[in-house]
């Protein structure tokens, strides 16, 4: 096996992403150049994603962010050795943007495509900057996703929990708007909660005593709702925000404490490798929490850099590469798939 340039191209949601990475035949792997062009501003008036907006501003801007992160990994589409696009899931009017981008690309320079599940992105995406063998247990957590993947390889994750209700994500972004914050609401709530007092408002602690490894958020959203309702003063809303930060930090690390107690059980204490990713990876309560459970268990913890963590296309190239180098290629008839559980 060669070394593999492979072309990124993400537009599952609100961002379009291109981006350059290239793995060595060693599985060294660098980021030649990552470009996220975020529609933040578009949706921001209606306080959250419009599909049909998201669809449009893709088509209007792929060619030019394909191009730039091309430019910028100091390359040209000639020294591509294959392109890797969203596939799913996530909002297919976008997704049909970068695959069929990503289809064009392969077709026009005769080199192998790969249609890469967006989960499966954000599940590699701590090896985009890490020397992160696997397997390794993860924690998924994005806007539309909240899941413990046991990850034996590329392709081979098995699940030990998901949410039955919010994404976590969901949650940020749902208890912000209630609290009058922006669209995004998971990093406005951050910097709210900053010295806020996380103990002022206690809030409902869900799923406690199950033994399963399952999330659920709904009853904490309608109990901090009910508060904010409330609240007069600036100082009642930061520390609403602490205290709903803190609440769903905590969930995160019980939740992935017994995960860890079943992961280590499983590959009878070997390889205990943690690993957090997705959008909320980026909230520094959520990390150290994390981080704190992971040591207490005897894991390594590792977290992309924030800008890995949020939606990005060198996660899609990277996935796509992992992919290529085991001699996978998919056709030109890749369907875009709105739904497709890792
Ligand atoms: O992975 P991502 O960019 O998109 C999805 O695939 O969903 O995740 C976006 C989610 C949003 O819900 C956003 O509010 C949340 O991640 N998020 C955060 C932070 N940054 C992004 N939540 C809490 N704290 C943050 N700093
Ligand atoms: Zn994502």
């Given at each position: 096996m060669t070394d593999l340039t492979v072309l990124g191209l993400e537009t599952s949601c609100d961002e379009t992403a291109a981006a350059v990475v290239r793995r060595a035949a060693d599985g060294r792997v660098q980021v030649l150049s990552s470009v996220i062009a975020s529609q933040i501003a578009e949706h921001a008036p209606y306080g959250g994603v419009v599909p049909e907006i998201a669809a449009r501003a893709h088509v209007e801007s792929i060619d030019a962010i394909a191009a730039q992160a091309i430019a910028e990994a100091g390359v040209t589409y000639a020294d591509l050795t294959g392109v890797a696009a969203t596939a799913g899931p996530g909002l297919v009017g976008g997704v049909m943007v970068g695959l069929s981008f990503g289809k064009a690309v392969a077709l026009a320079r005769g080199i192998p495509m790969i249609a890469v599940n967006h989960l499966e992105g954000h599940a590699v995406s701590a090896r985009l900057a890490a020397d992160l063998p696997y397997p390794f247990l993860l924690l998924l957590v994005s806007?539309?996703?909240?899941?413990?993947?046991?990850?034996?390889?590329?392709?081979?994750?098995?699940?030990?929990?998901?949410?039955?209700?919010?994404?976590?994500?969901?949650?940020?972004?749902?208890?912000?708007?209630?609290?009058?914050?922006?669209?995004?609401?998971?990093?406005?709530?951050?910097k709210l909660a900053q010295g806020g007092d996380p103990e002022r408002f206690p809030l409902p602690r869900a799923l406690l005593g199950r033994k399963d490894c399952d999330f659920s958020f709904s009853g904490l959203k309608t109990a901090a709702a009910r508060i904010a309702e409330t609240l007069t003063t600036e100082d009642e809303r930061r520390d609403l925000a602490a205290s709903v930060q803190?609440?769903?930090?905590?969930?995160?690390?019980?939740?992935?404490?017994?995960?860890?107690?079943?992961?280590?059980?499983?590959?009878?204490?070997?390889?205990?490798?943690?690993?957090?990713?997705?959008?909320?990876?980026?909230?520094?309560?959520?990390?150290?929490?994390?981080?704190?459970?992971?040591?207490?268990?005897?894991?390594?913890?590792?977290?992309?850099?924030?800008?890995?963590?949020?939606?990005?296309?060198?996660?899609i190239a990277l996935a796509g590469a992992e992919r290529l180098a085991l001699g996978e290629a998919h056709p030109m008839d890749a369907p875009a798939r709105p739904r497709w559980p890792l």
């Amino acid at each position: 096996m060669t070394d593999l340039t492979v072309l990124g191209l993400e537009t599952s949601c609100d961002e379009t992403a291109a981006a350059v990475v290239r793995r060595a035949a060693d599985g060294r792997v660098q980021v030649l150049s990552s470009v996220i062009a975020s529609q933040i501003a578009e949706h921001a008036p209606y306080g959250g994603v419009v599909p049909e907006i998201a669809a449009r501003a893709h088509v209007e801007s792929i060619d030019a962010i394909a191009a730039q992160a091309i430019a910028e990994a100091g390359v040209t589409y000639a020294d591509l050795t294959g392109v890797a696009a969203t596939a799913g899931p996530g909002l297919v009017g976008g997704v049909m943007v970068g695959l069929s981008f990503g289809k064009a690309v392969a077709l026009a320079r005769g080199i192998p495509m790969i249609a890469v599940n967006h989960l499966e992105g954000h599940a590699v995406s701590a090896r985009l900057a890490a020397d992160l063998p696997y397997p390794f247990l993860l924690l998924l957590v994005s806007g539309g996703h909240c899941q413990l993947l046991a990850v034996e390889g590329i392709g081979q994750a098995r699940r030990l929990g998901s949410t039955i209700d919010d994404a976590a994500g969901e949650a940020f972004d749902k208890i912000a708007k209630t609290l009058g914050l922006p669209y995004p609401g998971g990093p406005a709530l951050e910097k709210l909660a900053q010295g806020g007092d996380p103990e002022r408002f206690p809030l409902p602690r869900a799923l406690l005593g199950r033994k399963d490894c399952d999330f659920s958020f709904s009853g904490l959203k309608t109990a901090a709702a009910r508060i904010a309702e409330t609240l007069t003063t600036e100082d009642e809303r930061r520390d609403l925000a602490a205290s709903v930060q803190t609440a769903i930090a905590r969930q995160l690390a019980e939740r992935s404490d017994r995960a860890m107690a079943a992961y280590a059980q499983a590959h009878h204490g070997f390889g205990l490798r943690f690993v957090v990713a997705g959008g909320v990876a980026a909230n520094k309560a959520v990390r150290a929490r994390l981080e704190e459970t992971a040591s207490a268990r005897g894991f390594s913890f590792t977290a992309p850099p924030l800008a890995y963590c949020t939606d990005n296309a060198a996660m899609i190239a990277l996935a796509g590469a992992e992919r290529l180098a085991l001699g996978e290629a998919h056709p030109m008839d890749a369907p875009a798939r709105p739904r497709w559980p890792l």
